[in-house]
Structures are given as structure tokens and as C-alpha cells.
């Protein structure tokens, strides 16, 4: 008995060092592709009950497998010294109440500019629907606190992404390399509409619900099987 919980116990931690390095590996990539400055943004993915968080104010391309930074659900430190990141409320809230594995947070520079001009995005190109539709902006509050996390929530109703009014994007997803995606989806969207709308005279054509209904049941048999 004692051998088969130390062959599970190695497992688990086989799992978080694992999901541990594609957490820094993303949120690394996030820098490269300039969706944040800094340490600006954050990645958490969760293991079971365990969510791995980035820590707050420590540049990734410093973070080493020592540095691994978990809570539980309740938000309670149970892995590592570091200080989880100062958005730990935003995340744990789309853990807690969605199907999520993975969440992305950034500050991209067109989806944030966009954040400041409407409620929601509007629907320019067909990978709306790909994110479940229109993605709404979710009004703004004080960045790690509660009152945040419970706008986003609203925002992310029947959603895997929203934006955050004058603050950035949240995006989740079963894997990092998914979640990830869809930010880079939604920064890619929010500049062809910023693009569209600043030609003068000119007002973009918008997709009708219909027409991302239709587009919805083509992608749920994307790719290959």
C-alpha cells in the first residue's frame, strides 16, 4: 500500500512539474508575441484541485522549475514562496465556475483599445463564433479584486473569452495551448475591426446571428478526427 501511494504521489508530481513548464512556456509567449509588456499578464492552469498560477511581479524568463506557484480553489497557498499573482481572485473564479483547465490573461494593445470604445466587440469576422459568439467587455473594476472577477463572469456567460474595459483580455480553455489561441484569436479580431472602422466614410459589414449560428456548426466538426 504504502508503495502504490508513493507511485501515485510521483505521478502527481510528474503532472505539476509538467503543467508547470507549459504554464511558464506561455506566459513567456505572451511577451514574445508583445500581448503584454512586462509581467503585465498571468497563466494558471489547474491540476485536479490545484491551480498553478504565475507569481506576482517576477519577469518569466527568470521563473525555473523551483518557482512553481499553486493554491487550491479556495485560494490558499499550497505550492511554493512566490506571491501568486495579484489577478488570483479573476482566475480562480473561472476555475471555480467553468470548465476551464487553462486561463490567459493579457493587456493586448488592439483588444484593449477596443475595451474602451464599446460593450462588445463587434461581430466582423466569422471566429466570433468560435469563441461563442460576441464577445462583451466586462466593466471595469479595480485590477485583483472581487468585484472584477464578478464582472468578467457576467461577460463570460455562454463565452470562452471577454475583455476587460480598459484593462486587457481573459480567454480560457481545456489546455493552455488552446486558451492561448483564443487570445491571439480575439487580439487578431479587435484589430481587423479597429482597421475596418477607422476608414472614413465607410462602416464595417457585421455578421448576423444567423449567419455565426451557421458558422458554429461548421467549426464544432473542425479539424481532423
Do not use: F
Not at 74 to 98: N, Y
Not at 138 to 158: I, M, S
Amino acid at each position: 500500500m504504502t508503495d502504490q501511494r508513493r507511485d501515485t504521489h510521483d505521478l502527481h508530481d510528474e503532472e505539476v512539474a509538467h503543467a508547470w513548464q507549459q504554464l511558464v512556456a506561455t506566459a513567456r509567449r505572451t511577451v514574445a508575441d508583445r500581448l503584454v509588456v512586462g509581467t503585465s499578464g498571468n497563466v494558471s492552469v489547474r491540476v485536479g484541485d490545484l491551480v498553478l498560477v504565475t507569481p506576482s511581479g517576477v519577469p518569466y524568463d527568470r521563473l525555473t522549475p523551483d518557482d512553481v506557484t499553486g493554491v487550491d480553489l479556495d485560494g490558499r497557498q499550497v505550492l511554493g514562496t512566490l506571491i501568486p499573482t495579484s489577478e488570483l481572485p479573476m482566475h480562480l473564479a473561472v476555475h471555480r465556475t467553468t470548465d476551464a483547465r487553462a486561463v490567459v490573461h493579457t493587456h493586448a494593445v488592439h483588444a484593449t483599445a477596443v475595451s474602451t470604445l464599446v460593450s462588445e466587440l463587434p461581430p466582423v469576422h466569422y471566429m466570433t463564433s468560435a469563441l461563442g459568439g460576441p464577445v462583451r467587455v466586462a466593466p471595469y473594476a479595480t485590477y485583483g479584486t472581487e468585484e472584477l472577477a464578478r464582472n468578467l463572469l457576467d461577460a463570460l456567460t455562454d463565452r470562452t473569452a471577454c475583455l476587460l474595459q480598459n484593462h486587457g483580455t481573459l480567454t480560457y480553455a481545456p489546455t493552455l495551448d488552446q486558451a492561448y489561441d483564443r487570445t491571439a484569436q480575439l487580439e487578431w479580431m479587435c484589430r481587423l475591426w479597429l482597421t475596418a472602422a477607422s476608414v472614413p466614410g465607410h462602416t464595417p459589414n457585421l455578421l448576423t446571428e444567423e449567419q455565426l449560428r451557421q458558422v458554429g456548426e461548421k467549426l464544432s466538426g473542425y479539424g481532423q478526427r
